[in-house]
């Protein structure tokens, strides 16, 4: 389904004019919705580890301690959090410790670590990772939660929000519209709270399966 369709669907239910298109209606309570369906998606990418807006990221180490900046590392695709036990090194085929706490990195600029495994912190945005890599320079992956949850009518392009009407959702769709229901009734003054169960009973179900 597509934001269209999950908009259409929503007016269909409350009685409402149904929409033949959403990003480029003047109505008011169209762009409402329209609004309150992108609000309902950044609320989503939040509330959990999702495998479908999980990705995979690589970066080739460098002689220093501060390896870059992790966003940037990651790409344009969304970066929220790395998943921390997914730092691997698979040039020299093990793991990279951490990320450490600030007293363990402190502990370890103290008394060095004298290897061979790097360790490494999160910190500012940026990776360090200590003792400096040497070489050979290490080609290290890693795992982390996306807010590209939209993906367009091509099939192959994601992007953060809803921007087209054929746009659609990378989770379960009748979250997203249970999601919109009680919003959009929370905003209007109805009784939404049957709407907010159901959309929380949705969205933890729904966790734990994923």
């Known amino acids: ?3 269209l369709s999950v908009i259409q669907d929503h007016c269909r239910i409350h009685a409402l004019n149904i929409p ?5 209606s003047t109505d008011t309570t169209v762009q409402q919705l329209y609004g309150i369906a992108n609000e309902v998606l950044d609320d989503l990418v939040d509330q959990s580890k999702f495998q479908a807006i999980t990705r995979e990221a690589t970066f080739t180490s460098i002689a220093a301690e501060d390896q870059g900046a992790i ?3 990651a790409g344009v695709e969304g970066y929220l959090w790395a ?26 600029k103290a008394i060095p670590n004298p290897g061979p495994f790097y360790k490494f912190r ?3 945005d940026e990776i360090l990772i200590n003792p400096v890599p040497a070489t050979p320079f290490s080609e290290v992956y890693f795992e982390y939660a996306s807010s590209w949850a939209i993906l367009a009518v091509d099939g192959t392009t994601y992007k953060p929000r809803f921007t087209a009407d054929d746009d659609s959702f990378v989770l379960p769709e ?6 919109v229901a009680y919003r959009w009734k929370q905003i209007k003054g109805l009784p939404y709270q049957a709407d907010e169960e159901k959309y929380y009973s949705l969205l933890n179900n729904y966790i734990v399966r994923n």
Not at 83 to 108: C, H, M, S, V
Not at 174 to 179: C, E, M
């Open 122 to 124: 999160l910190r500012g």
């Open 1 to 3: 389904m597509t934001l």
């Open 20 to 24: 033949t298109s959403i990003t480029g």
């Open 71 to 73: 966003s940037a590392i």
């Open 83 to 108: 998943y921390p036990q997914t730092f691997y090194d698979r040039t020299l085929r093990r793991p990279l410790y951490g990320p450490l706490t600030e007293q363990e990195w402190q502990a370890i």
């Open 174 to 179: 009748k979250i997203l519209r249970k999601g």
